[in-house]
């Protein structure tokens, strides 16, 4: 049992230091992650640079692959997202370390649908932690069509494709095959109609 005088004072830090505790991360769910940020928005098109470039303290939460922005916890539980903004689709994102930028440290990038964010953590393991999280997050979708066949592409459009697929030619090779000459008949019928 934790002494009287440790326990206050670890939670006085949890809540007046936002930076020195972790973030939140879902043990049972390697996709999800919340806390505190600094973000600046570079571009919210493929050829449109942000408005709003400059940096921003956000609390940002991974959920359901995708990336939502809030003033802080007390927001982002009741769902009110921080100006209004949209949350990010993490589905197919790329996360890596910003290391052509050399103004802050611990600075890493996101590009989704045409959004690119920067977003600078407190340290290297904080930054390292959020780039696999934002990674797992943009792969969960293709690891759980892929299933046990790890020998296929891995984007998911490509794996649902087939299933249909497979379904119409299983039971309509045969009738191509007689469509096919149903159609040669008909042509070599109007010519030799044509020739008498």
Known sequence: EPSPSHSPSSGRKAKNSQSS?????????????EAFLHRKHEWEGHNKKASNRS???????IRNQELGFYKDSKAASQGVPYHGELPVSLKDATCDVASDYKKKKHVFKLISDGNEFLFQAKDEEEMSNWIQVVLNAATTE????????????????????P????????????????DKEKE???????????KQ
């Open 21 to 33: 505790t972790l973030p939140a991360q879902n043990q049972d769910s390697p996709s999800q992650l």
């Open 55 to 61: 940096w921003h303290n956000v609390y940002c939460v």
């Open 142 to 161: 293709r690891s759980e069509v892929q299933g046990s066949n790890p020998g296929t592409p891995s984007t998911g459009r490509a794996q649902t494709l």
């Open 163 to 178: 299933a249909s697929v497979s379904l119409t030619t299983e039971s309509s090779p045969g009738k191509r095959e007689k």
């Open 184 to 194: 040669k008949e008909k042509r070599f019928s109007l010519f030799s109609k044509k």
